[in-house]
């Protein structure tokens, strides 16, 4: 039986047999990654597309990524395999994130779209206004969407209440989305007021070969708790910070290892030195991701103190290093590991305590697994190339879905988003729309320069360590330009 086919006016029908495009394994895409949060900044965000595209790379696709300028990063700048990123010259206006007008970015990234003959737009995190905006350019160009929530919000505070707003707006005509746990999948659903059939859930993952165990690294006769997280709010560290006196009290064998930097690591220092603990707990300020598995394999348990989660990948790193994993029931939380491998507990001070003290007693009695059938355990759960696979189908699905026309989506913002909301963003998709016309008629299209494939299936580029041939690219070949890059954190910077 053929499927169905969305309509321009939001309505499906049945699509014929002649309709319907089947999607052959091996059709390869041209895929830009668009988001505020990317290498050298540090995060799960940055962490999911740089794992993910490598994977995708060797899957045969094209994968191109945009992000804003980070300091003298600007420019077009090359990762291992030949993933290209683009550092477009935007303005960062709080925490990363660029200010948003809906115009000021559509030169840029149309320039970037053309130059790579994209297909499929990408977009990552609903804290991106960059994000936000590459979708809304996406689609008056015609190209198919994809976004993925790397996040949970609320619905009840004025900052909740207009991030949903625009998640609204920018996801009502987008092909599909992603999120990364079914929590976040419910959520995204609720605060953009979505189908629920274009919404998959496709969870993060972990590289096994960079997290592996090491118990001859972890202290001898002494017990360590170790917690990797950015240091605010969110995260729980007012949480940290009662729970550190009381077990260092009760427990003198037992450290603390903490690995982040941010707003509230004033309220660990300040309980370190109220309780004199500057030996039992060690703040090592902020930390690259070639350095999260040294830190890991020091400590017996992972701590996770957050009060808000989609996911949290740094509890599967820390149980992939082979640590035994205490965190919070949040969020999406529950659904990463088996319960074998974690004790969850609430988010208050009693509870924490309670549950590190019942994990401490386990390493006591040595009634907990080895670090080695922790890890086995875990790289079987979570792969990178299984999430690239997943991934790949969502793309083969969005390339068959039809891309609402003006009319469509002027119908579809005013019909999603509410009479004032939607007629406003509606005007804005008309201007957008007219200088996109503007854009194609000072600059068309066809005089545009088509970059060269640096992946995918006609890539002239080998692998970083090698040499492309001269006579292939045309171009004068830089090699410390590309063979330095061999992780996102070692770019040089000429």
């Known amino acids: 039986m053929?499927?169905?086919?969305?309509?321009?006016?939001?309505?499906?029908?049945?699509?014929?047999?002649?309709?319907?495009i089947v999607p052959t394994p091996t059709q390869k895409h041209s895929i830009c990654m668009v988001s505020d949060f990317f290498y050298p900044n540090m995060g799960g965000v940055e962490s999911h597309i740089y794992q993910l595209s490598q994977c995708l790379m060797e899957k045969g696709h094209k994968v191109v990524i945009a992000t804003h300028a980070y300091g003298r990063r600007k420019g077009v700048r090359y990762l291992t395999g030949g993933l290209k990123v683009y550092y477009l010259p935007l303005q960062v206006m709080y925490n990363q994130s660029t200010a948003t007008s809906c115009f000021h970015s559509l030169p840029l990234l149309r320039c970037v779209f053309v130059r790579e003959a994209v297909t499929v737009v990408h977009?990552?995190?609903s804290f991106s206004a960059m994000a936000h905006d590459a979708l809304f350019h996406a689609k008056t160009m015609g190209l198919n969407t994809v976004f993925t929530d790397h996040s949970l919000f609320g619905f009840a505070d004025m900052s909740s209440v207009l991030t949903n707003k625009l998640l609204t707006v920018s996801l009502c005509d987008t092909t599909h989305i992603v999120c990364v746990s079914y929590t976040s999948k419910e959520n995204t659903v609720l605060r953009a007021a979505l189908d629920p059939r274009i919404v998959s859930v496709i969870p993060n993952a972990v590289d096994p070969t960079d997290f592996t165990p090491d118990p001859a690294r972890a202290p001898r006769g002494r017990i360590t708790v170790v917690v990797i997280s950015r240091l605010v709010y969110r995260k729980g560290i007012d949480l940290l910070g009662g729970i550190i006196p009381e077990l260092c009290l009760r427990h003198p064998d037992l450290d603390f290892l903490i690995g982040g930097e941010g707003p509230k690591r004033i309220v660990l220092e300040e309980v370190r030195e109220k309780y004199q603990l500057h030996d039992r707990v060690r703040l090592l300020?902020?930390?690259?991701?070639?350095?999260?598995?040294?830190v890991l394999v020091q400590g017996h348990i992972f701590l996770n103190t957050s009060l808000t989660e989609a996911f949290c990948m740094a509890i599967v790193e820390g149980a992939s290093c082979g640590?035994?994993?205490?965190?919070?029931r949040v969020g999406g939380i529950p659904e990463v590991l088996p319960d074998d491998l974690i004790l969850l507990c609430d988010p208050t001070v009693r509870s924490l305590s309670d549950g590190l003290e019942a994990v401490i007693g386990r390493l006591r009695r040595g009634a907990v697994a080895s670090p080695a059938a922790v890890h086995a355990r875990v790289r079987s759960l979570y792969t990178w190339r299984d999430v690239a696979e997943r991934t790949e189908k969502v793309y083969d699905r969005v390339c068959v879905e039809e891309v609402l026309p003006l009319a469509g989506r002027l119908l579809r913002l005013r019909d999603h988003c509410g009479g004032v909301a939607g007629s406003i963003f509606a005007f804005v998709a008309v201007l957008n729309f007219l200088f996109l016309l503007l854009l194609?008629?000072?600059?068309?299209?066809?005089?545009?320069?088509?970059?060269?494939?640096?992946?995918g299936p006609q890539a002239l580029w080998g692998p970083p360590q090698r040499d492309p041939p001269a006579e292939e690219t045309g171009q004068m070949f830089n090699p410390y330009r590309l063979a330095r890059c061999l992780t996102p954190t070692d770019w040089p910077d000429v």
């Open 285 to 294: 300020g902020a930390l690259e991701h070639r350095e999260v598995r040294d």
């Open 440 to 455: 194609r008629w000072l600059v068309p299209d066809q005089g545009m320069d088509r970059a060269l494939d640096a992946s």
């Open 323 to 328: 640590l035994q994993v205490v965190s919070t």
């Open 2 to 20: 053929a499927p169905w086919r969305r309509k321009a006016d939001g309505t499906g029908e049945r699509a014929s047999e002649a309709d319907t």
């Open 123 to 125: 977009a990552h995190s």
